[in-house]
């Protein structure tokens, strides 16, 4: 594989691999938007996702809509567009009334239509609708609950065509889900809201149930509520202190008696206590019993007496509640852990604890699929015990597990195990294992690894546990493949990293390869040109004087490859206290021959006596050269170009201007990249290899200066280089 095409392979996993964190850090952005919040809250977190996830999309509009449960009631809809959207003229598509798009929906199905103008006929009505109001590009997401479609999220792209890649579509997903277990937790929160206020109400017109025990003649007493409540009529049952106790379910009577004991021996005692009670039909209520004791002068009890209700509405709500926070919880704390991983064994580790504790498990294992051999290997494992650990460090397709499991794409537990085969036999025989979840981690459609837990007997895992566990599989799944991505960037990097050394070794021993003859070159034809090995005539000495410029301008270049080699590799230079005017003159006497060729007058304004400069002689000579090359470069015959020098009480400044074609203003941000050329065709008039003024910037940035360049195209250019004094009480 070329450099050029591993490059190119790097530079497309990298941009992959931002886009996917860039994703999963949103996904818990929007997560905090609903973690903790108040019911009143949940509009405000919906509308700012959908403006934060529509943004990330690059959508126009996005909206929640949550059809109505009643006929006649509109649907509720959620809305955010873009400001250079007009949604005023722009009438919500009804979706629910267009049974093409409605019937997808329903499968369910994700409707995505990068080219509206391309609906098949049999959605006419649909077209039109979308064509008439500038839609161009549409994605609709079902949303379900109990396997019920509640709504759908939807983006639209107005005036230009739009298609969502899939792996963005599949983390959209994600996000529906959190609306709905928003949106639920929402009602249930309004729900136990509700409630209470109808119990308020109840007890404002006696519909909470009371009882009374006359303590001196053990007389018992309930109203009609009380019988309601508990599912008696009156006279099906007798009321007494042991009938009572026989109601109250098993786990609870120790501490409703502990309640009742306290009550009735200490004076002042506030009966309160919440207990599950067994009606007549054989359903469990739970119950909240107030009450208090009446004491007589004589220090003797009299009456007990109070209030019971039954609450398990709100009981299951508050339920209900806990448990979508619950499974908002472990899907922020997954996009968190995968947004801040980029070790595979680190990731692996805690994502395992984080779905143990989430599923109430002690023991599971992550296997990762392998395609040397086709199996499952075990990469991280907590609760297992080594030496069973170390029978099943691998599973292979032709493993009984997969015989069992109906869809190996799908999360799925198995009934009570009794008995098993194969590599999990071990485990579940030896670790009072109940059941086997099943979780596939997946990416792009791939089965790249699976997720097994051992729940205790006894352990409950519901539909919905399944349902997130799912979509925590999708995203372990997504954060896999993008730290494999990762890691083969670093590798594609390091061999990047050793091509670029060898090229740049290579151009350093050719370049001194080439610099070794090009001495003896230069100082014979300069020996021959000077006469110094016998007189020429005219004709002669004008092709001497050819060669001797020639072979300064390749010696120009060779030292320009060098410099470039040792800057790159930021090789370690000497640097001292210098006289700057010195090192001028010894660049222009370099250029002399240059200057007399094209007849351009140097005009000098500096001195002898400034102050010193703290820098490499070497490195600074070139560094004039480069950008005085350049001056007599681009300047007429017969033009001026200027050498000045300034000095303030930090810095000696050194501007060096000419009055030659000028740089235009569309390349002035370009001027100081590597091998860049204003005119870069194969028919320029000016020689040079883009080099000059690049390693002008170095060797200044590497003496801790700054160089500036004002250019006005036709009128010419200045140069300015700034270079800090020498300090004895810093660089000594």
């Not at 379900?144 to 107005?158: A, K, T, V, Y």
């Not at 007990?304 to 926070?325: H, M, P, V, W, Y």
Request: with cysteine.
């Amino acid at each position: 594989m070329t450099v050029s095409k591993m490059a190119q392979k790097c530079e497309c996993a990298e941009s992959e691999l931002l886009s996917q964190l860039k994703f999963e850090n949103i996904v818990a952005d929007i997560s905090s938007n609903f973690i903790g919040k108040k019911s009143y809250h949940i509009d405000d977190g919906i509308r700012l996702s959908l403006k934060q996830i529509a943004e990330f999309a690059d959508a126009d509009r996005s909206y929640l809509v949550l059809f109505s449960n009643y006929r006649g009631e509109n649907d509720t809809i959620y809305k955010w567009h873009a400001e250079h959207v007009d949604d005023t003229n722009i009438n919500y598509v009804p979706v629910r009334y267009f049974p093409w798009w409605m019937e997808k929906l329903q499968n369910p199905e994700i409707v995505h239509i990068s080219d509206v103008s391309k609906l098949p006929s049999a959605a006419s009505k649909e077209k039109d609708a979308l064509q008439q109001a500038g839609i161009t590009s549409v994605l609709s997401i079902p949303l379900q609950s109990n396997g019920r479609l509640i709504g759908f999220l939807g983006f639209d792209s107005f005036g230009k065509k739009k298609v969502w890649p899939a792996n963005y579509i599949k983390l959209m997903r994600v996000v529906g889900d959190i609306f709905v277990d928003s949106i639920e937790r929402k009602k249930a929160e309004e729900s136990v809201l509700k409630h209470k206020d109808r119990l308020t109400r109840a007890q404002e017109i006696s519909h909470t149930g009371s009882w009374e025990i006359d303590l001196r003649t053990k007389k018992h007493f309930w109203s009609e509520e009380m019988y309601r409540i508990m599912g008696f009529s009156p006279d099906e049952i007798p009321i007494n202190k042991e009938i009572y106790s026989t109601l109250i379910h098993p786990n609870d009577r120790s501490l409703f008696n502990s309640c009742v004991d306290k009550a009735l021996s200490i004076p002042g005692y506030k009966f309160e206590v919440k207990t599950r009670v067994i009606k007549k039909n054989g359903s469990v209520c739970i119950l909240h019993s107030l009450g208090e004791v009446t004491w007589n002068s004589e220090g003797k009890q009299v009456l007990f007496q109070g209030t019971t209700q039954d609450i398990t509405d709100i009981s299951l709500a508050e339920e209900d509640l806990q448990r979508k926070n619950r499974n908002l919880l472990i899907l922020q704390s997954t996009a968190l852990i995968a947004a801040s991983s980029l070790e595979m064994q680190d990731f692996l580790d805690d994502i395992l604890m984080e779905i143990l504790s989430y599923a109430e498990c002690n023991s599971g294992l992550i296997c990762l699929f392998s395609s040397n051999d086709e199996s499952f290997r075990i990469c991280s494992s907590n609760g297992i015990k080594d030496e069973l650990k170390k029978e099943i460090t691998c599973i292979n397709f032709n493993d009984p597990l997969f015989q069992i499991v109906p869809d190996i794409k799908s999360t799925w537990v198995t009934d009570e195990l009794n008995d098993i085969s194969g590599s999990l036999k071990n485990i579940v025989m030896n670790e009072n294992v109940g059941r086997l979840v099943f979780i596939p981690v997946i990416s792009r459609e791939d089965l790249v690894g699976i997720v097994l837990l051992f729940p205790d007997r006894g352990t409950i895992i519901s539909n919905t546990d399944l349902d997130i566990l799912g979509n925590v599989g999708h995203q372990v799944g997504i954060t896999v493949e993008n730290i494999r991505l990762v890691e083969e960037t670093r590798k594609a990097y390091e061999e990047l990293k050793s091509l670029d050394r060898m090229k740049d070794e290579f151009v350093a021993n050719i370049t001194h390869e080439l610099k070794t003859p090009l001495i003896s070159i230069k100082g014979y034809s300069e020996a021959i040109y000077d006469g110094l090995l016998g007189e020429l005539d005219e004709k002669q000495r004008q092709c001497m004087k050819i060669v001797v410029s020639n072979s300064e301008r390749l010696e120009q270049l060779i030292e320009s490859l060098l410099n470039m080699n040792s800057l790159y590799f930021e090789k370690y230079h000497v640097l001292s206290p210098i006289h700057l005017k010195d090192v001028l003159d010894n660049a222009i006497s370099t250029l002399s021959t240059r200057m007399e060729d094209k007849d351009i007058q140097l005009n000098t304004d500096y001195s002898f006596d400034m102050n010193l400069v703290y820098g490499n002689c070497e490195f600074l000579k070139y560094l004039f050269v480069y950008v005085l090359d350049n001056a007599i470069k681009f300047s007429s015959r017969g033009s001026i170009v200027s050498v000045s020098i300034n000095e303030d009480d930090r810095n000696i400044c050194v501007d060096i201007s000419d009055h030659g074609l000028g740089i235009p203003k569309n390349c002035m941000d370009r001027i100081f990249d590597r091998f860049y050329q204003v005119d870069g065709s194969a028919t320029r008039i000016h020689g040079g290899n883009g080099l000059g003024l690049y390693l002008a910037k170095n060797i200044v940035e590497l003496h801790s200066g700054t160089i500036e360049l004002k250019s006005e195209e036709g009128v010419g250019t200045v140069v300015h280089i700034s270079l800090p004094l020498y300090d004895s009480d810093i660089h000594d």
